[in-house]
Nanobody, 128 residues
Framework: QVQLVESGGGLVQAGGSLRLSCEAS????????TGWFRQAPGKEREFVAA????????GYADSVKGRFTISRDNAKNTVFLLMNSLNVEDTAVYYC?????????????????????WGQGTQVTVSS
């Protein structure tokens, strides 16, 4: 089992930045590909960014490419999401997911169904 706790959300003005953290506890985290997803009111959960277990491969949704950066520090069991140039469309609850199943080296996963563990989410609100 892996327990995930997200933090770093909050209220920010459009154009601002936030850095989200996802801290894991439980079994070894360094072998778990990890992803960030978000869900706005009335909408389905959508993919934001993902990173392979080694950190050597990353992927992004088109809507955040060039603005968001995902990274990980396996020594600290933590994955980060740096969000720059935020706009009101980025307002959502952000969730961290970790994959517990066998994973291919160097692969990041973009579907929510690829993940086995989820955090409780952290709210990000961007004001205009």
């Amino acid at each position: 089992q892996v327990q995930l706790v997200e933090s770093g959300g909050g209220l920010v003005q459009a154009g601002g930045s936030l850095r989200l953290s996802c801290e894991a506890s439980g079994r070894t985290f360094s072998s778990n590909p990890t992803g960030w997803f978000r869900q706005a009111p009335g909408k389905e959960r959508e993919f934001v960014a993902a990173i392979s277990w080694s950190g050597g491969s990353t992927g992004y949704a088109d809507s955040v490419k060039g603005r968001f950066t995902i990274s990980r520090d396996n020594a600290k069991n933590t994955v980060f999401l740096l969000m720059n140039s935020l706009n009101v469309e980025d307002t959502a609850v952000y969730y961290c997911g970790a994959r517990g199943r066998v994973s291919f080296s160097g692969t990041e996963y973009h579907a929510a169904s690829d993940y086995d563990y989820w955090g409780q989410g952290t709210q990000v609100t961007v004001s205009s």
